[in-house]
């Protein structure tokens, strides 16, 4: 049973430093925010260190906590760059965390002198329980749970749970289509990648399916408003998280103080009436308690013709000089946000004097096309009188920044293993075919109960690959399945992440390797997959050639590439109750996918193969002990494209 002090912290956003005051003012126990470089969300404006050193002093001297986002994933080239923007927080910022998804970063974290909390990121996905304990190993102290959970699952790895490990919970914020650390398609489409920050929302788009044009992957916000009380209850979680680094003052002030009020005095119906209200008015999209309560979930896809977030005030009228009049009166320094993004004369204009409900608004002269008649108007952030005075006054407040110096630091790396001469190729499949031949090693995906299907024969010849995911509700069949498996003689594994060898009973027993969607791109993360017991790793699919063909001199353990074959470009855990699975979609331009589910993913690939089949010989040249062909059934209505999909093979990815 929980004890009567159990009280999570309130763990609010900050993008900037009128957000990160807005979040103190508010009354935050923690703030997490980025610098401006390794965040995972580099399109918010971001900390330099000596803006994020004051008001991380300030911060310390409230009683509130501050946490560092440095959730990139690392290319082996940038370790050295961010140990020593490490060595440098450290030592003239003091945070109490960092917030991290690549296993390079806990050996680097210490080598560079940080001796404060560790946080794995929500894109790690260490969701399940059998991730907990090794997460701890690597030197974890808290794990950011995957967003899709349902409170029975919370509590189920709750339940689970070390007494030195803690649990983080999002409440409030954005919700992503894809599960965290498991989406490539912004990556996939030019090199912008979302596992390092740079993402450009290929999932907010409207596509085209047959004669429908609708945004079959934009997703509401998250939010549990009321339903907080009984996650309240949950003694391991530890602190609420509200997303929102890219947000303003006025959100982050809203939320945070609903979010408060709901955990202080969430008992008193007039006061959880107060918080809804709140949240109502701090501008976001429209909110889902997603899949929360389990046995009730909500889709959080809106299926709406278009979707945005802020609070509408209007709509456009007029010819050539279009104006709108407000519903409510608007500020000095508001924020709209007209039309949708996929609309002709989609802007965001700041106001410049106050004006009045019912008055006019005549949008300023742009040199895009003027948006048409009927345009909805929408206010997306707000600069309040009220809130500017608060903040004005912890502004001055602020210490004077420390002078940054510079840092000398260089990561110790591990010693590499020297690769065989000639890489082996692998073949993956869904469907095994009906002779195994023996020019290449033979992989599959499994699914629990396969082995009760499949001749026993080739159990220990066959690479079983486990799924990107594995939900809390599943642990248990799927660690039911792999006993069996191992003990019917299958040996060899492909994991889809590093936690799911905690699934394995005897673990010495087999040969474990990370498969592709455990990001592994640099190699002190693979010498973290090598203190947790793996053999190998297949390395990350974003990576471009510089990254792909220098990594394999500089690992402790043997690598495989996925080298041709259609990869998916992001797993969920849900999908739109208008898409038909199996069909192609088209996307503004012109680019094709289509969805199917496995399982309990719905995966979405793309309608043409990664083939890097012409750099084959410059793969096995540098050292890699594994080429993968991935062979995914296409659907009868789909057409791939013909042309050689490089991925970022001759981009500089970002």
């Known amino acids: 049973m929980p004890t009567p002090t159990h009280s999570p912290e309130i763990l609010a956003p900050a993008g900037d430093a009128e957000s990160f005051l807005a979040a103190l003012a508010a009354g935050a126990d923690a703030i997490y925010c980025g610098l401006k470089n390794f965040s995972a969300r580099m399109e918010a404006e971001n900390f330099s260190l000596s803006e994020l050193a004051g008001l991380t002093a300030l ?14 994933m690392l290319k082996t080239s940038e370790l ?33 002198g940080f001796s404060g909390e560790l946080h794995l990121s929500t894109l790690a996905n260490a969701g399940m329980s059998a991730a907990l304990t090794q997460a701890r190993a690597l030197g974890i102290h808290r794990v950011v749970l995957p967003r899709e959970l349902s409170i029975d699952e919370i509590k189920a790895v709750a339940a689970q749970c070390p007494p030195d490990l803690e649990l983080e919970v999002f409440v409030h914020g954005a919700l992503c289509y894809a599960v965290s650390g498991r989406c490539y398609w912004s990556s ?16 907010r788009r409207v596509y085209q399916q047959k004669k429908n044009n609708l945004p079959y992957f934009s997703c ?8 907080v009380r009984p996650l309240a209850k949950v003694e391991n979680v530890t602190s609420w998280k509200i997303e929102g680094r890219k947000k303003g003052p006025h959100y982050v002030f809203y939320t945070v103080t609903a979010y408060r009020m709901l955990r202080d005095q969430g008992h008193d119906p007039a006061q959880r009436k107060s918080a809804q209200e709140l949240l109502t008015m701090a501008l976001g999209r429209a909110t889902s308690h997603y899949r929360f309560l389990g046995h009730r979930p909500s889709n959080p896809i809106s299926d709406r013709e278009h979707t945005g977030s802020g609070q509408f005030v209007g709509a456009i009228q007029g010819g050539r000089t ?12 508001d924020l709209l946000r007209i039309g949708y993004e996929d609309q002709p004369g989609h802007q965001v204009v700041k106001i410049r004097r106050d004006v009045p409900k019912g008055g006019r608004f005549v949008l300023p002269k742009s040199a895009s096309r003027p948006p048409a008649q009927g345009t909805s108007v929408f206010l997306v952030d707000r600069r309040e ?9 912890l502004r001055k407040q602020i210490p004077a920044a420390p002078t940054i110096s510079e840092s000398s630091f260089a990561p110790t790396l ?69 006993e069996k498996m191992v003990r019917l003689g299958a040996r060899q594994f492909v994991l889809g992440a590093p936690w799911q060898h905690g699934l394995f009973a005897a673990p010495e027993r087999c040969t474990l390797w990370a498969g592709p969607m455990c990001n592994v791109a640099n190699a002190l993360a693979v010498h973290s997959l090598a203190r947790l017991g793996f053999s190998g790793a297949f390395v990350s699919p974003e990576l471009d050639s510089e990254g792909l063909l220098g990594l394999p001199a500089q690992s402790p353990l043997p690598l495989g590439v996925v080298a041709r074959g259609i990869f998916p470009v992001c797993v969920a855990r849900i999908r739109s109750e208008k898409l038909r699975e199996r069909e192609p979609l088209r996307s503004p331009k012109g680019e094709e996918f289509w969805s199917r589910t496995y399982g309990q993913l719905v995966w979405t690939f793309p309608g043409w193969e990664l083939d890097l089949s012409q750099k084959w010989a410059e793969l096995e040249q540098a050292g890699y002990a594994v080429l993968t062909r991935v062979h995914e059934p296409v659907p009868e ?10 991925w970022n093979w001759d981009l500089k990815m970002i």
Not at 322 to 333: A, I
């Open 414 to 482: 591990p010693k590499p293993v020297r690769g065989k001469k000639k890489a082996q190729t692998m073949d993956v499949w869904r469907m095994l075919p009906s002779r195994l031949g023996n020019q290449s090693e033979q992989g599959f995906w499994l699914i629990p109960g396969l082995e009760r299907s499949v001749s026993k024969s080739i159990f220990g010849r066959i690479w079983w690959w486990l799924p990107p995911v594995i939900w809390p509700e599943d642990e248990r069949t799927w660690a039911t399945c792999l």
């Open 80 to 112: 050295a760059q961010a140990g020593r923007l490490i060595d440098r927080l450290a030592r003239l910022v003091r945070p109490d965390a960092l917030i991290i998804q690549d296993l390079a970063m806990p050996d680097l974290a210490r080598q560079a």
């Open 637 to 646: 209505k789909v057409r791939l494209k013909t042309r050689q999909g490089l």
């Open 322 to 333: 279009p104006y709108f009049s407000p519903r409510q009166e608007l500020k000095n320094g």
């Open 188 to 203: 996939y489409l030019g090199g912008k990648s979302g596992l390092r920050g740079r993402c450009v929302q290929p999932c």
């Open 385 to 393: 009188r009220e809130l500017q005075a608060l903040l004005a006054t």
């Open 59 to 72: 911060a310390h001297d409230k009683g509130v906590r501050v946490h560092v986002a440095m959730n990139n």
């Open 220 to 227: 509401d916000d998250l939010g549990l408003d009321v339903l």
